[in-house]
């Protein structure tokens, strides 16, 4: 059984570690930081947690001890906080921005601030299993990628590795209003946000060198692309809606076959039929489909942004760093609605 | 051609009512004041109100010399606002809760804090039309009620008024999330809001005292409430569902008698079916039904929290106020979706 | 391992079943019956169940010869299915209606046709295992609750139990519209559901029997309820809000206290603060506060009407009758949102 | 007062044109003809439209003799109605599919059947004022553009007939269950529809060849499309995201000063920052933008898809037929939520 330490315990993706934590057979929560909530039982904050039974949040990552760390801190909070933890030798698993991208001016560029451990950045892994399961194995510091990463790269990456896409591509992505976190703000106001579809991120949403990057590593060059997020009256759950062009030749039946080939050992994808959001709520699955409209095939990629979007992948990351079967505890089924 | 002024126009119910007044034949708002927005042009903060042209928010009150005043600013600004108002002869139609509760006492009681303005509390006039429609005619400062008093009352009132009830109302209230008003907090946070159900107010919702003082004025005695206000994911509209034990005798047939008689010369109240809130949806209507459930009768009141419970009631008193016929500006029939 | 069949599998009880049960470390289902999608593989049918293999859906109930059986079906089916069934020694558990009344009258009153089998009717043990555990264990046919029923009688029958209520009380419930069902309907459209709150029901819902007959066998005397079901905009999850007057001297600390009493070895009821639906979401938790409003107290329950409500209850039926411990194959924390 | 039958009058956009009707000063509805609801009050099918008073819905058009005839059947319908209504002398307004296509042989394709009424397509003018004004003026027979085609070809026109546009188009649409109509379907049963984001119609909708006939009239060649249209959880409302590449030196800023010109004097049409969906909601508004995305401009088109996208541009199309204001009866503003 190895410990774990969850920090940004009262957040989103924090709650979702803790829940998909709380029924893990190999992995024990034992720390939990707060800097909110710090002093408070985690069930008073969350009573659906109530199988943590009398653990106490507390106010910093100054005391975790652990086998593991899950950091799911606001974003600039991890580069302050990873040096410490790897010197006492906890393996972290960074749920935020802070280490995905490998070049500092990339950080500085889109996150309009400096990058303050610099020299981590090189060791840390991507910890998009499906792509890099070899190098997380060993790793000691995962930067595990974001929910609008995580969906286009599983529909992309495939692709692009076997040229079959050319020039642009356009990820028109739907989202649910978690992925904006907890804290209040107009534009995730019910009354604001249950009434209209909001696009946003222009002219360049964060995540975008995220993506750009990883592709670059992948294919014969780069792969510029036009992405524009929109929240979307939901909760959970994100679909991007990708519109590539294809080599001469390419047609939807043969982009299923590459994705079918490339996931044929990778238990959290599936390529079928066009997804529902619900079949993925809660889990570690993306779904993915390719449909053929107006002659050119489009992609859609089907995910629980808090699950393969974040904290279940987490989870998935941590059974690889501790050679555990990478299902472990994230075996439930998705809902049918 | 009257002109008027908003007072808190950037709040909902500030854009609803000049929605609403944007295309009133009898009334102009030559006047929009908004702390937060003071300096802007209207259309650029609300770009769907655009037919008021160039008009520009200004930062108080101090300037509004127009004939009516509309004010809807948050919670204890109209009792600094209004005496100034009524001494330079402009007429207030008041969305608040300031001067609704004729005790100074109540007021303190149910808000936390002394009232500033006792001098005018007994001039000021409740404008529920469909009760009060005498008492407004003259009046130069009206009480708007709130919206879960008007679809209570509406419902309430003729049944208390023929002694038809007995003993305590239960009043189980269902209300769109945008009656929380437009400012973020965690409970209206669509991530929290959309997910749920959120019975809120407990022990005593403020407007309790606003409903009881009111039935008092009408029946043989005190009508004690138990009103549980709860958040539903909607944006728009209230559905109050109100239990209530009949006097020996009294039955769904003979109340939904009384309440159609009671209203036949209202043309904003409906007696018929259960309703839809979108019938009611950007309208001053309110739809009552009654049915029987387990042998006693059921009262259903549905209304737009923005609408009848709030903006078009304060424009159905204007011109009652005004002396025109008091569905001026008012005729727009509800949705069916 | 008992082996079981889900009966109904394409229905949203059945494919809830089939999802609690897809990670059950005791149960494995070995056959699956669909009229509407026999000869279909279920994964084809419910791409999110792909857990299950190859599994084909049957036609009818005639090869089911497993240890446990799931009734998932609709209403009347179960009683021309269950006695050949038990005869084959298979043990039944019913999610409909057909056992859940002893009386047959009442259940020809109640579901307008006569009932078919009314040589099991006193046998079926009610299922609602917080209140009859002990008759369970033993049984060949759980009736399974309803899903009002199960939210209802958790919070009443303790307070009934210790003479807390007097007189008739309130039952306000709020359900998503999943309880409907997945046939289309014109108030399950979605245009036409997800903008209103539709109070349903009247003049006597369906369930009101059920729970006055297990109320009656818990308390002094009858507890007369006035029962209103009302369809929210949301897709699972369902709170009940009721109204009770106290016994002279009652009050919400008192029940409270009766309520964590009552549930002190129940662990998947639990009595706190006003629960949010998601926490109960897809799992066998009831969440229960009592909260003083008016001077009254007021109780709140919540759960999933796919999960404690219906599907994650009957495991836990069938947990009992296997003698597993009752939370087996349950121990999925909830939501936070 | 010009006199108009409504056809189709228990539909969604039947129910919408009666709502805008009620309140238009210069056309009377004196008939409304409803198969399904034949017989019945119009109040008592739609009691929120009780301004018509007692008009009853009749059977079939037979007894149509009004001024104008509002065409909202079910697809297929109009053709078979069309020709003895003109013969009659009744302009017609079809808010169908059957006479926006001139080439009965495209027509066969996207719909599945022969055309009936090949006599009146070429007399019939695509009505979308903003594009052909002058021709809808005199014309017997208006084909009313569908919501899709509306959003997009308002965005779409200018920029190609100013061959802004090079290639393929990339449409993703985003639209409110109302557009399926009020016939409930499997993919529009609330507990579907609400949870998910739903891509539909490929590999071709009904739509694209509507569309890319339009576009073929104005540019200087074909624009083929990339149409994906998607069921989000919200009653109305549509919103087109449209990715196109633009001829060298063509940017953001370009494109909106070609759209502002080309909408200078059409009252209905903005261009401005990224709109809401309430703010057209009820209205016949299509409000636009631009933005700059990854270096390349997106358009976003935003309306109210029974409102610009249906019955109100059917009433704007009725008001340019009888030669009045093209705004009267559509002055209404859009909400702010």
Redesign the interface.
Known sequence: MATAAVLGASG?LG??L??VL??HPEIEVTQAVSKSHAGARLRDV??????FGDLVLTANAEGVDTDLAFLAQPAGEAMTTVPALLERGVRVIDLGADYRLKDPEAYALAYGRPHEDVDHLAEAVYGLPELFRDEIRGARLVANPGCYPTATLLALAPLVRHHEVVG?V?V?A?S???G?G?T???S?????????????????HRH?PEMTSILARLGPGPT?????P?L??????L?C?I?A?PRPGGDAAGWTEILQDAYRSSPFV?V???????????TN?C?LAV??????P?V?SALDNLGKGGATQAVQNANILLGLDERTGL???????
């Open positions: 989103y709650g979702e803790l829940r709380s029924s969350a009573p659906q947690l109530d199988r642009t356009v028109d739907k649910g209003t978690s904006a907890a209040p703000t107009p995730s106001h019910h009354a604001e946000a249950a009434g209209t579809v909001l696009p946003y991120g222009t002219p360049t975008v510029p692309l036009v992405f524009v929109h979307v009256p939901l909760v959970r759950g679909l809606s519109y062009t599936s079928g039929p066009v997804p529902r959001l619900p079949w993925a709520s809660g699955r779904y449909q053929s409209a107006g002659g050119v489009v859609f075996r439930a089924s998705g809902f049918g609605i």
